[in-house]
């Protein structure tokens, strides 16, 4: 009787967990589904030469989404060239530099740093941020590329923190004696043997940061400008940009749904969502295969 | 024009505690298509319905009424310490299509132009675009410089104006706060200077001067009807407060 109840209880456990697991997947498969449906029509209502053009003015049919691609492209990667270098930085600070006490009261200041509202990153830049930059860098406003990556960067370095720290965290003690062992110094060994070590997890942190930056709509529609101009010379870095996130968040609002402009929105969003999860789908499969492997290369 | 509008509720709500009324923002289109949706009682739009939206309306079954319930002039702003004092609308058409780059151009310092814009679902940016951009022709194919910068609201505006002096902007009258310097603009050349006021909107010297409306679907009854005859009544003393222009009585 005991026994026979207590089979059952385990095949509903089982069976709710399986539905809540896939239905996970089955949401994100929705999701996809929905914006595919909404989206994909674009495709065939638009001419592909009119989305690759270098005009984004939807009220007046040109629906060019190179300024948008490539705005967020250069925001992203110059927020991550930022990130990337500090991050580890900061990981290797707290993971082999600090002392224990000092490691107690850095690794939740991080987690605190990840909670502050994009909003108001964005409100602070706008403000404060983009001024000095006008005044210090002598660009024409202050609401420029760079004032944008330098939020993203911010936004994405508690993830490449977390992530490095663990990778760092992962690599055994034994290699760091070993170094000591052979006479290198602190530095040598940190620098040549354990970051060297924890490499893919540290590629991964910069794959997650990536994701995080590319992703960010509120705090970028508040300090890049959201002019969609290209982004091609080298002085882009001191002039507006717009971002596909940016785009959607401030047009869909008005566009009447089944219009070509509303496809159009969700055509961008495909192509954000796609970008994503490439970005991701690298990232999980580097922690994959680290963990397959059961060592750190 | 949600400034108004939250006004005008939160007045009336007080006068008659049995009405409730909620009001959001989002920009005329937005509002349009809410009405045409069905979602909405009453639409603001600081812009006149296009004939595609009519036509979507008249598709759904609804008639929409317009009703002209204040004024508003278009000011255009830039530092309080740009030497600049006064533009035509052929120089400001030229400016924000990118055509004139530089302010001393136009006579001020030699400094780059940054424009300042609202986004595209601003009636604020379609009345801009057609009656200063294009200067009303119907014909033109005028369009902002791709370098402008669209600001998702008017304090984003603000923000940039008060402390840019490369800065050139736009917005309705009532947005204009006292830390931004306003232009004296001309119709053309040969025709007179005049900052925008409550005076010279009415009087029509002031060339950048818009009606605001309120739409409904179909002839109003009951409740709304009371609402807009009182916006159109009482409720124009709350209009002058705000920085807009009430209708002439």
New interface residues.
């Given amino acids: 009787m005991h026994d026979t109840r207590r089979r059952w209880m385990e095949f509903a456990i089982e069976a709710v967990i399986q539905v809540l697991g896939i239905s996970t997947i089955g949401i994100v498969l929705l999701i996809f589904a929905f914006l595919l449906r909404e989206g994909l029509p674009v495709f065939f209502q638009v001419p592909l030469t009119n989305f690759l053009d270098v ?1 984004w ?4 049919g040109m629906f060019g989404v190179l ?1 948008l691609l490539l705005g967020s492209a250069f925001v992203t990667f110059t927020a991550i060239a930022i990130a990337l270098p500090l991050g580890v930085a900061t990981a290797v600070f707290v993971r082999e530099v600090a002392p224990n006490w000092a490691r107690e009261i850095l690794k939740p200041l991080i987690e605190v740093l990840a909670g502050i509202p994009s909003v108001v990153l964005g409100f602070f830049g ?2 404060f941020i ?2 000095r930059v ?1 005044e210090i860098l002598g660009a ?4 420029t590329a760079f004032t944008g990556a330098l939020v993203l960067a911010y936004m994405s370095l508690p993830t490449i923190i977390s992530v490095a720290e663990d990778a760092l965290d992962a690599v055994p003690k034994s290699y760091r004696d070993a170094g000591l062992a052979i006479g290198a110094t602190q530095w040598q060994t940190i620098w040549r043997v354990v970051v060297p070590a924890a490499r893919s997890g540290i590629v991964t942190a910069v794959m997650l940061g990536m994701g995080r930056a590319i992703g960010e709509t509120m705090a970028v ?2 300090v890049t ?6 982004p091609l010379t080298l002085d882009s870095f001191f ?2 940009v ?1 971002t596909m996130t940016a785009t959607i968040a ?2 869909m ?5 089944g219009s070509v402009h509303y496809r159009a929105l969700f055509a961008i969003g495909i192509l954000l969502f796609v970008v994503t999860f490439f970005i991701n789908l690298t990232a999980a499969r580097a922690i994959f295969t680290k963990r397959r492997r059961g060592g750190l290369r | 024009m949600v400034n108004l509008a939250l006004a005008w509720a939160e007045a009336y709500m007080q006068l008659h505690p049995e009405v409730r009324i909620s009001v959001t923002g989002g920009g005329s289109g937005t509002g349009i298509a809410a009405m045409i949706n069905g979602t909405v009682d009453i639409a603001n739009a600081s812009r006149e319905m296009k004939p595609e939206e009519v036509a979507a309306a008249k598709a759904n079954g609804i008639t929409p009424v317009e009703f002209v319930v204040a004024r508003d002039a278009i000011a255009v702003v830039v530092h309080p310490s740009n030497p600049v004092q006064q533009l035509t609308l052929q120089q400001i058409s030229d400016i924000y299509t990118g055509k004139i780059t530089n302010w001393r151009q136009v006579g001020g310092e030699n400094r780059p132009i940054v424009l300042l814009s609202r986004e595209s679902n601003s009636g604020t940016y379609v009345y801009f675009l057609e009656h200063v951009i294009r200067l009303g022709k119907a014909d033109s194919d005028l369009l902002f410089s791709p370098d402008t910068l669209l600001m998702p609201s008017s304090e984003g505006i603000s923000c940039e104006v008060r402390q840019n002096p490369n800065a050139i902007g736009y917005d309705g009258l009532g947005y204009v706060t006292s830390d931004q310097k306003v232009i004296a603009v001309a119709k053309d050349a040969s025709s007179p200077y005049v900052l925008p006021s409550v005076a010279t909107v009415n009087d029509g010297t002031y060339p950048i001067a818009r009606p605001l409306y309120m739409y409904t679907a179909g002839e109003p009854h009951g409740q709304i009807r009371a609402y807009l005859d009182w916006i159109l009544s009482e409720g124009q003393t709350l209009v002058t407060e705000l920085g807009f222009v009430p209708l002439l009585r």
Avoid: D, I, Q, S
Avoid at chain 1, 140 to 143: A, D, E, R, S, V
Avoid at chain 1, 253 to 257: F, S, T
């Fill in positions: 005009r003015y939807p009220t007046f300024p706008m403000t983009a001024p006008r024409p406003t202050g609401l529609m508040m400008g959201n002019a969609a101009r290209m002039r507006p717009r401030a047009e609002g008005e566009v009447a749904k």
